[in-house]
């Protein structure tokens, strides 16, 4: 496996795959399941997120994932730095007393949530999911851990789609492995 950090950005790069008019022609699809078939691969993208935290010394309770790519990141870098892992589920999918957030989406609206008692005030989170595009379920999760207090201490995808400017929306929280 590449060693370095600039080795293992090629190796994920190269585990991305893009399908022109998908799910609607004039998008262009950036699809990451090889990256989940590729042992080397995924190593890669969690050491990836691993070394941004450790060499920004970032002091983490917990890994946030959002649903549902999220969910297959989130855990391997809690696991590695030795944190709980809390889901950000879409509405009604979660047991229990939970605490939602509503967004705008291109053609209304969509509604994401935490169990009450998922995060305390004052811990420290970061978010992470498979890709950011407009931003606006990355900034739904931010607004549902203000609503818990909780320090954020920044959010990580593998994939941003510069054009559609969902950084923007976030920074200074965000960062990315890819940018296309």
Known sequence: MAAGPEGKLQL??????????FPKKG???????????????LTA???LFEEHVRS???QVDLIVGLDARGFLFGPLLAQRLGVGFVLVRKKGKLPGATVSVAYDLE???AEVEIQEDAVAPGQKVLIIDDLLATGGTLLA???LMKKQQAD???CMVVIELRDLK?????KPHIFSLLQY
């Not at 994920?12 to 008019?21: E, S, T």
């Not at 998008?27 to 691969?41: E, G, H, M, T």
Request: aromatic fraction near 6%; glycine fraction near 6%.
């Open 12 to 21: 994920v790069q190269r585990h991305v795959r893009a399908f022109p008019d």
């Open 27 to 41: 998008i262009l699809f950036r699809d990451i399941c090889p990256i989940l078939k590729s042992p080397a691969a």
């Open 45 to 47: 993208v969690t050491d």
């Open 56 to 58: 920004r010394q970032l």
């Open 107 to 109: 053609y209304g609206t």
């Open 141 to 143: 999760a931010c607004e």
């Open 152 to 154: 954020i201490q920044g």
């Open 166 to 170: 969902g950084a923007d929306r976030l």
